[in-house]
């Protein structure tokens, strides 16, 4: 049955079918309509976004976020539609605030960056983590004091944000916001501008 989906055109599927493929069990079909989907235009943009808002499990979801990632990739006049993904910084879902975090850096989507730094006061340790290393990646300066609380709150008890935080400050700040944390009373502060 696997083998079915793995050869059959995907041309002739509706977009609906399309969508609902984005949540089956075989990784190998979920990617292929991935990169299907990513690979079209305006219609197949479409139905990555409403999967990544409303797809039928956590997978599905994932997938979407993933393939407008890849969508966007494909032309310079693209990066419009990455304000949608970008609301789902707000997402109950943990993990697809996770995976929007990181789609969002990697394409260094700077108008973004407000939600970004919002996701460093998340709950959930993970978003923090790739919500830190996006803003590092699009080089967000206003980010550097939310940065840098980040590493002297989490440091000590998380070396793994403490390292997140500490490249987010690698690619935002400049030497000259570093150095006034230079001399703080704080270990930790003192460790992320060391790092």
Not at 12 to 20: E, F, I, K, P, T
Request: hydrophobic content about 45%.
């Amino acid at each position: 049955m696997i083998e079915r989906w793995l050869t059959i055109e995907l041309k002739s599927l509706s977009a609906q079918q399309l969508a609902s493929l984005l949540g089956h069990p075989d990784r190998r079909v979920r990617q292929r309509i991935q990169f299907h989907l990513a690979a079209g235009g305006e219609e197949e943009l479409s139905v990555l976004n409403e999967a990544a808002r409303n797809g039928v499990s956590l997978q599905a979801r994932l997938h979407g976020i993933w393939g407008v990632g890849q969508w966007v990739r494909g032309g310079e006049d693209r990066f419009q539609q990455l304000l949608s993904l970008a609301s789902l910084c707000d997402d109950d879902e943990e993990e697809v605030r996770t995976q929007v975090a990181r789609v969002l850096g990697d394409l260094r989507h700077w108008q973004s960056s407000s939600r970004l730094v919002r996701l460093l006061d998340d709950p959930a340790a993970r978003v923090k983590f790739h919500a830190a290393l996006a803003l590092g990646r699009i080089g967000v300066r206003d980010a550097t004091d939310r940065l840098m609380e980040m590493a002297r709150d989490e440091g000590p008890t998380d070396p793994l944000l403490r390292h997140a935080a500490v490249m987010g400050l690698a690619g935002s700040a400049r030497l000259g916001d570093l150095m006034n944390y230079a001399t703080s009373d704080n270990r930790e502060v003192r460790l992320a501008v060391l790092l």
